[in-house]
C-alpha cells in the first residue's frame, strides 16, 4: 500500500471534474449582441435553431470563462476605487442592464452590458445635485499580458476573432440606450492594476449591417432555413458548430477527411496540455533570469552546473575566422 510520504494526488482529474460540471448549454431564443458581429450567419442560425448541436467547450477555455467570472466582482472593487481616485472622477453604473424593448421587439436582439461610464463634472452640479454626467455604454474586457498590450484602439480590436466582436456588441449597446460613444475597460489579467480605456462612436453603418444581418436569422428561423454560411479555412474549425456544419472549405490544396481514432487522441491531448506548456515556458524565462552564467549553484533539492563551450567558426568569403564562446547549464535533483 502507498505511504502517505510517497502518495501522488491526481489535481488535474479533480480540475476537469469541476470544469465539467460548469460546462452547462442553455436554449437561445433571440440574437444575442455579444454574438451579432459574428461573420457567419449559419452560425448565428445555429446558435438559435440548433444550439443543443454545439460542441462542447474544451476545459482550457472553460476554465478562462470560470477565471473571469471570479474575477470579475474584484475588478468592480479596483474599478471603484481607482475612478474616485482619477482627475476627473468617473463611475461605472447601471451594470447587467437589459437592452430596451425597441431593440428586442423588432430585430430580437437581446443582451445585457457591464453599464454605462459617468464622469463627475463640478460645472453640472448646477444643474443637478450629483454633477454625475453619462458619456457612453462601457464593457470591462480582461486580457492575458500576451494580448493586453496589442490593443489599444479601435483599429487593433481586429486583430483577434474575438476582439474583433466587441465593436459591433459595444454599438448595438450604444444605439440600444440612444447613446453615441462606446468605451470598453482593458484590465490585464497579470496585473489588475494596469488598465486603460478604449474609446469609439457609434457607426450608424456598421450598425446597420449588424441589424440586417439579425433580419435574416430572424426570417431563416421562421422557415427552418439555414442560411448561406461561410467556408474560411481559418474561422470555420474555431466554430463551435463545426462538426455538425460540416462546410466545404477550400484549402487550395487537397484536403482529406479521416476517421483516426488515436490521432484525434493525441490532438486532443495535446490540445489540454497547452496551458501547461505555456506555464513552462514562463517559468524557463524566469528561471533563467534568476540564474547567473558560469556561476553553479545548488538550491534546494537541485543543483546546476554551468560549463564552458568554445565554438570555432572558419573563416568565409564575408568573414574572417572567429570564436565565440558559449555556456551550457545542466540542471538535476539531488
Known sequence: METI????????SGIRAVLHRKKKVFQQHVNRISGMDDPCLRSLYYARH???????????????FETGNVLEPVIERIVSEVGLESTPQWRIVGTQTSTNDNLLKEYQISGTIDGFLQIKDPERIKDNNSGWVTLGVVDIKTMSPNIYPRINDFESLGRFPWTRRYRGQLMLYALAHNLEMCYLLLDNKQNLFEMKLISFPVDMAYCDNLLEK???????????TPPVGISDP???PKCKFFSFCCPDIVTGK????IDNDELAAVLDRMAELEPVEKEYCELEKQRDALLIKGQDVACGNWLVIWKKIIKNFGASPAKEAFTREEWR??????
Open 329 to 334: 547549464k545542466s540542471i538535476t535533483r539531488t
Open 50 to 64: 440548433d444550439w443543443d448541436k454545439a460542441s462542447a467547450i474544451d476545459d482550457g477555455l472553460q476554465g478562462i
Open 234 to 236: 481559418d474561422t470555420c
Open 5 to 12: 510520504s510517497n502518495m501522488t494526488i491526481d489535481i488535474q
Open 214 to 224: 439579425a433580419k435574416i436569422v430572424n426570417e431563416a428561423i421562421e422557415t427552418e
Open 254 to 257: 487537397d484536403l482529406q477527411v
